[in-house]
């Protein structure tokens, strides 16, 4: 079983930054990646990344923009945003793998999930 708990989201002006965590327990997840859904949309990928930490994903979206890291020392996965937009706000939602380890743009493969972090960007 693993949980997760995201903190960071918070409110930022346009072209401002945030960084948001995802603190796992338990036994450390495989892949991990950060989801978003904003009011009447569906849920979107935002990055992802593998068990080591080597390979990472993003959409067009925010690829440039957004960063993801992970500290498997510390059970942590960052996201870090810059240059944000209003279309940039959503909820974030952290999620794992339970034995996929490549990291996947793909909800299906994610198990666990967290509670989700507001992020709302003004302009």
């Known amino acids: 079983q693993v949980q997760l708990v995201e903190s960071g989201g918070g409110l930022v002006q346009a072209g401002g930054s945030l960084r948001l965590s995802c603190a796992t327990s338990?036994?450390?997840?495989?892949?991990m990646g950060w989801f978003r859904q904003a009011p009447g949309k569906e849920r979107e990928f935002v990055a992802a990344?593998?068990?080591?930490?080597?390979?990472?994903y993003y959409p067009d979206s925010v690829k440039g923009r957004f960063t993801i890291s992970r500290d498997n020392a510390k059970n942590t996965v960052y996201l870090e945003m810059n240059s944000l937009k209003e279309e940039d706000t959503a909820v974030y939602y952290c999620?794992?793998?339970?034995?996929?380890?490549?990291?996947?743009?793909?909800?299906?493969?994610?198990?666990?999930w967290g509670q989700g972090t507001q992020v709302t960007v003004s302009s």
């Open positions: 999620a794992a793998s339970a034995s996929y380890g490549a990291g996947s743009s793909n909800s299906n493969l994610y198990r666990y």
């Open positions: 338990g036994r450390t997840p495989y892949g």
């Open positions: 990344i593998s068990w080591s930490g080597r390979n990472t």
